[in-house]
C-alpha cells in the first residue's frame, strides 16, 4: 500500500524506532523519519523538507515528552495526524488522545507496544482513506451554490453481526460535482442548520432515497434503510407530514425506516421535537439516536424521547481494542439496551478485532469500511442482488 507522506517516528527506544521504520516502510511508507525525543520532534517537524503527513508519537520520553510535544506542535501550525503509541496504561493513552484533540490535534488513534504489523497497516489504510476525504470536503469551498439537483443519496452497508449478512443501510447525502465526482456535504448542512432550507433539502433527498426503495422493492428487495436527520428538520412540524404523505405515495412501510438524529446538543423546541417523535413513531418509524456516547445530552434526548436503536459512536467502538473504559461502556449499554428493547448499531468498524469485540458483547448491526465504504444507488443494489442470490442458494 503505497504512502507517499513522510512519517516521523518520535521515540526514545531505539530498538522500537528501528522496528517500526522497518514495519512502515514494508508496508509503503516512502520516508520515515525518527527522533529520539520530542524536541528533536519538533526539530525534525521544522526541517522536513515535505510536510510531515503522520506522526507516531512515544508518551514518556526524556528532555520534552510525547504531552509536551503535543502541545508544542499545536502551536506549530502542523496540519498532520497522531497516533499515540506508548507502553503505558489505556487510560493515560486515552487522556493523552483526548488532550491532543483539545489542542487542535488530529489524533488518528492509538498503536499497543510491541509493533504490531496488521494495527499499523489498518491505521495507515484508515489515514488514507481520511485523507481522500479531507480533500474532497476541501473542494467544498469551491462550490458557492449547492440546489437540491445536487444532493443525492449514497448507501453505507450495514451487517449482521450474526451471521455477516446485509440488513440495509444508512443514507448518507453527497453532492455531485458532475464527472463522476462526488462529495461530503458537512459544511453545507452545518451552514443551513434551524433554517428552512434544511427541511426542504432533506425533504429533496428523501424524495431520492423512496425513489430508490421503490426501484428496488420493485425488484423483490426489501432493505431496512437508515435516513440521517438532524434534529432541528424534525422540529418542522410539515417535515412530519411530508415524510407520511410520501410513504403513502410510493408505498413504502413505514417499518421498513429508520429515522436517525445526529442532534449533538438539545433542540431550540424541545416540546416540539417530542411531538414530531412521538407521532413518527405511531406511524410504525424507527428512531434512532446517532452518536451515542458523545454529547451530554445524549441521555436527555434518549430518557424524552421514544427511540427504538441506539447507534454507538465510532470514536468508542475504535477505542474498545486499547480503552478498558470504553469496553465497559460498549458492555454497560448493551445490557442497558436490550433490558430496553433497544436495537444496536456499531459504526466505523475497520478491523475484524473491532468486529470480534462488538459482536462478543452482543451488537445487532454494524456498518464500516471493513465491510463497504458508503455505495451510490446502483451498487448498493448490485450488494442487495447478491444477497438475496445467496439466501436462494441456502
Known sequence: MPFSEPVLVVDDDIVFSTVATSVLQALGVTTVLTAHDGEEGIEAVRKAKEPIGLIILDLNMPKLDGLAFMRAISLTGFKGQIIVS????????????????MLGIDILGALKKPIDMGEMSAMLERRSKQSVIAKSEKKQDEITHVTDDMLVPFYQPQYRTLDRSLSGAESLTRIDLGSGRFMAPMGFFQDISHSRRASVAALAVI??????????????????????????VLEDGEV?????????????????????????ALPKDMSRLLETLARLGMAGFGLSLDDYGTGGSNFEML??????????????IQAMEHDPLSKQF????????????LRLVAEGIETE????????????????????KALPQDKFAGLLDESLNLRAAG
Open 86 to 101: 506508548s507502553g503505558e496504561s489505556g487510560k493515560i493513552v486515552q487522556t493523552a488522545q483526548n488532550m491532543g484533540r
Open 353 to 372: 478485532a473491532q468486529f470480534e469485540a462488538v459482536r462478543e458483547q452482543g451488537i445487532d448491526i454494524v456498518q464500516g469500511y471493513l465491510f463497504n
Open 303 to 316: 430518557r424524552l424521547c421514544p427511540f427504538t436503536e441506539l447507534k454507538i459512536d465510532m470514536s468508542i
Open 330 to 341: 460498549v458492555a454497560t449499554t448493551v445490557n442497558f439496551a436490550q433490558s430496553l428493547n
Open 240 to 264: 412530519v407530514s411530508a415524510l407520511l404523505t410520501l410513504t403513502k405515495d410510493f408505498g413504502i412501510s413505514p417499518e421498513s425506516l429508520v429515522l436517525e438524529l445526529t442532534e449533538t
Open 207 to 232: 424524495k431520492k432515497v423512496f425513489t430508490d426503495i421503490s426501484r428496488w422493492q420493485a425488484r423483490g428487495l426489501t432493505p431496512d434503510i437508515a435516513i440521517n436527520l438532524d434534529a432541528s
